[in-house]
């Protein structure tokens, strides 16, 4: 079963606005990451959040952590029609490494 | 795709034939994971490895076995492919050095259609 579960499925927007996407997980973390996925191509890591951290920024991008919610959002300020893709959320478990498990993903559009 | 390679990168099978997919990485990382993609699912981990000879079973292992016999390379094998091994199938690798903010770099895929 997924672990993560985002919200919305899908969204369009236009160019400059601000795009959130949200994620749900069930178990517990340690830590979340947010992924995207241009059509075709493999997974590119956008950004992590450590499970005792609450915010996080990278350029254009905020990510935030509830873990009490187990909850997570994605938030890309100012999207360009690059934005395009999906994006996915994943919880980062285990004793060493990084066992991932993914939502399915909200694909982003971004309209010129 | 950060020195991971794939391959093939397409393939058509029929059902009941053995198929070998392989992964190839350059980074020295320790661990190696095949995940699949399909409709509504998302990705999921099928198995990974840490080391060598060392590995597990991931959520959706049944009909795969795996092989790392060397730190670059990982095998995943469908002994009888069936039609709902018909997916997208991606390799990943992460250095393992920390639980906390280990990362993972994909590779760019492998389309398997079994008829």
């Known amino acids: 079963s997924q672990q993560g579960e985002e919200d919305p499925q899908a969204l369009s927007i236009q160019e400059g606005e601000n795009a959130t996407m949200n994620c749900s997980y069930k178990t517990s973390i340690n830590n979340l990451q947010w992924y995207r996925q241009n059509s075709g191509r493999g997974l590119v890591h956008l950004i992590l959040i450590r499970s005792n951290e609450r915010e996080k920024h990278s350029g254009r991008l905020r990510v935030t952590l509830d873990t009490s919610k187990k909850s997570s959002s994605l938030l890309i300020t100012a999207s360009r029609a690059a934005d395009t893709a999906s994006y996915f959320c994943?919880?980062?478990?285990?004793?060493?490494?990084?066992?991932?498990?993914f939502g399915e993903g909200t694909q982003l559009t971004v309209n010129p | 795709d950060a020195g991971i390679t794939q391959s093939p990168r397409h393939k058509v099978t029929e059902t009941g034939t053995p198929v070998t997919l392989r992964c190839h990485q350059t980074?020295?990382?320790?661990?190696m994971y095949w995940y699949r993609q399909d409709p509504g699912h998302g990705l999921r981990l099928i198995h990974y490895s840490y080391g060598v000879k060392d590995t597990d079973k991931g959520e959706v292992s049944d009909g795969y076995s795996v092989s790392r016999s060397k730190t670059e390379d990982f095998l995943l094998t469908l002994e009888s492919a069936t039609s709902s091994q018909t997916s997208v199938y991606f390799c990943?690798?992460?250095?393992?050095?920390?639980?906390?903010?280990?990362?993972?770099?994909f590779g760019p895929g492998t389309r398997l259609t079994v008829l």
């Open positions: 980074e020295n990382h320790r661990y």
């Open positions: 990943a690798i992460s250095e393992g050095s920390s639980r906390s903010t280990d990362t993972q770099y």
């Open positions: 994943a919880g980062g478990s285990g004793t060493s490494g990084s066992r991932l498990t």
